[in-house]
């Protein structure tokens, strides 16, 4: 990430880096008595304020810009954010950022609480746009800006007119759309609340001000509801899993048919947690934990022991190959699934780049062209190399549909002309 850091202010860019939040396992009073008589310690907290806070502190010793703390499954609730932020701000000297989610009814809530906190930015999704899985409504953030006297500085025509477009377009993705629930047509440019739903908005400022954190969260979700947002998702909340994880293993469980074990899949999540070191819940450790959570039920209905089926991926992160986790690794554990009792990080030394070789069948030119697509190629190699194939057999395809015919050597008047003198 140093590196990373380092070429982005390089050429004058600006580093927002991220700080992952994200929640303990819940552990069942089953486990917790099952590791008592085992004699194996659970872990207490340890994704705790001071826990983010010291990450954001590495982070701007590291020369991030900016921080944002990525709340990707949206399971930051308002009195989390009121908590957190306010500790940042008192710790971090560069801008902080708040990024959630609409999934499990916080978002708006949690917004809020981080805008009475003095948070720099928060990330918003345009109206037609947000809710449910996505980012609260930019929309209802700038009403509560406006109510606040905060000026965001953001072109509310060009806001109207996107969000018009953007109500055409999901019509268009209609039959990809979980939810169908359009909110009501506004022209943020001269919207003003009026009655109860402006009654609903200066009574979550002023709840927000008292940090009365539960009222916030209350009439957020009634303006959420206002505004035909999706009802919380309970599962997620209860879980404590990010949304994508979540249908991402319901697909898995679908096509071994073996749906009917998705409430053991969620019980296991915990325990495959604890056993890779608990990882946070992001993108890829949230897709590894839950694949595996899968794995070791399918293991169980077919009567073998867990981990018994291990993904590769799985491996890599019990490995030590993705680096440390927050919590250590049972050394007997790792040698069961990695062969390795100690730790293992990946060694960038070995590292070969992907190969780039040149495609002969369409004209000799190599597979990825420019720096843009070897990236690709280094962070995607199994879907980029055929993506890229395919491009250049397009590409190669144009040109030969694109080239002029050729001129004959000899046109048909020349053998006319041959012929006839021929015979004379």
């Known amino acids: ?31 917790r008595a099952k590791a ?31 921080i944002t703390i990525k709340d990707m499954a949206g399971l930051i609730d308002p009195a989390t954010s009121d908590e957190l932020i306010r500790a940042l701000k008192n710790e ?12 499990p009814g ?24 947000s809710g ?10 700038q009403i509560f800006a406006d109510l606040m006297h905060i000026e965001t500085d953001v072109n509310k025509l060009a806001v109207s007119e996107i969000n018009r477009k953007l109500r055409t377009i999901r019509g268009e993705l209609s039959k990809f759309d979980e939810y169908k629930l359009l ?3 506004i022209d943020i440019a001269t919207f003003k609340p009026e009655g109860e739903l402006l009654s609903l908005f200066n009574s979550a400022i002023e709840a927000a001000e008292k940090h009365k954190t539960q009222r916030v969260l209350e009439y957020c979700q009634k303006i959420e509801k206002a505004f035909n947002y999706p009802e919380p998702n309970e599962i997620v909340r209860k879980a404590q899993i990010p949304g994508g994880m979540y249908t991402n293993m319901l697909a898995q469980l679908k096509e071994l048919k073996l749906e009917k074990h998705t409430k053991e899949v969620l019980e296991m999540v915990p325990q495959v947690r604890l056993d890779s070191g608990i990882p946070p819940l992001v993108t890829p450790t949230s897709q590894i934990v839950g ?31 993705y680096g440390t986790t927050p919590w250590p690794i049972d050394p007997d554990f790792r040698e069961k699934i990695a062969g390795t009792r100690e ?13 780039n070789p040149r495609l002969a069948e369409y004209g000799d030119v190599l597979l990825a062209k420019d720096e843009k697509e070897q990236l690709l190629l280094e962070l995607f190699p199994q879907v980029a190399e055929k993506f890229l194939r395919d491009t250049r057999k397009k590409e190669y395809e144009e040109q030969l549909n694109n080239m002029p015919e050729e001129p004959e050597l000899y046109p048909p008047q020349f053998w006319e002309y041959l012929l006839e003198h021929m015979e004379a």
């Open 1 to 31: 990430m140093r590196s990373s850091i380092d070429f982005v202010k390089q050429y004058g860019g600006m580093a927002d880096c991220a700080v992952c939040y994200t929640v303990d396992p819940h552990f069942s009073y089953a486990t």
């Open 36 to 66: 008592f008589l085992k004699g194996k310690k659970l872990p207490g907290k340890i994704f705790t304020i001071k826990y983010f806070v010291e990450k954001a502190k590495e982070l701007e010793k590291a020369g991030a810009d900016i």
């Open 92 to 103: 971090i000297h560069v801008p902080i950022n708040l990024h959630t989610h609409c999934t």
């Open 106 to 129: 916080f978002g708006t809530a949690s917004l809020l609480m981080a805008i009475i906190n003095d948070v720099d930015i928060v990330d918003t999704a345009v109206l037609n746009f």
């Open 132 to 141: 449910g899985p996505a980012a609260p409504g930019y929309e209802i953030i």
């Open 183 to 185: 909110p009501p047509e």
């Open 291 to 321: 694949v595996q959570a899968v794995n070791c039920v399918v293991d169980k209905t077919q009567g073998k022991p867990m981990y018994s089926n291990v993904s590769k991926n799985f491996l890599e992160l019990v490995k030590g190959s």
């Open 343 to 355: 730790p293992q990080p990946y060694d960038v030394s070995k590292y070969k780049p992907q190969p």
